[in-house]
């Protein structure tokens, strides 16, 4: 079982900055692989950047060179550093892992391919 818990999202005006972080616990193995994923109402999710454990990261093309993907294994969390915010970029972000993965930046990231999610945190940019 893995837990996870992002925290970190807000309103924000067209431009700014927010970071996400995204608290995890649980099987190592299960958390191999993770991602942020953000819902827009009336839309179906869509990742944004994952990351592998080897530090392989992949971006969505709406997100390259605005949003950044890290994380701290000391700390156990998961980090979305966002900046140029844009209004189509208000969603809900969901954090989420999977085992092990193979990250392309020509190969999709598959939502349903990840078997832990979090709650979610509301992220509204306006214009």
């Known amino acids: 079982q893995v837990q996870l818990v992002e925290s970190g999202g807000g309103s924000v005006q067209s431009g700014g900055s927010l970071t996400l972080s995204c608290a995890a616990s649980?099987?190592?193995?299960?958390?191999?692989?993770m991602g942020w994923f953000r819902q827009a109402p009336g839309k179906e999710r869509e990742a944004v950047a994952s990351?592998?454990?080897?530090?392989?990261?992949v971006y969505a093309d709406s997100v390259k060179g605005r949003f950044t993907i890290s994380q701290d294994n000391a700390k156990n969390t998961l980090y979305l550093q966002m900046n140029s915010l844009k209004p189509e970029d208000t969603a809900m972000y969901y954090c989420?892992?999977?085992?092990?993965?193979?990250?392309?930046?020509?190969?999709?990231?598959?939502?349903?391919?990840?078997?832990?999610w979090g709650q979610g945190t509301q992220v509204t940019v306006s214009s």
């Open positions: 989420a892992s999977r085992g092990p993965c193979y990250l392309s930046p020509t190969l999709p990231v598959i939502p349903s391919e990840y078997n832990y």
């Open positions: 649980g099987d190592p193995y299960s958390r191999r692989c």
């Open positions: 990351i592998g454990s080897r530090g392989t990261t």
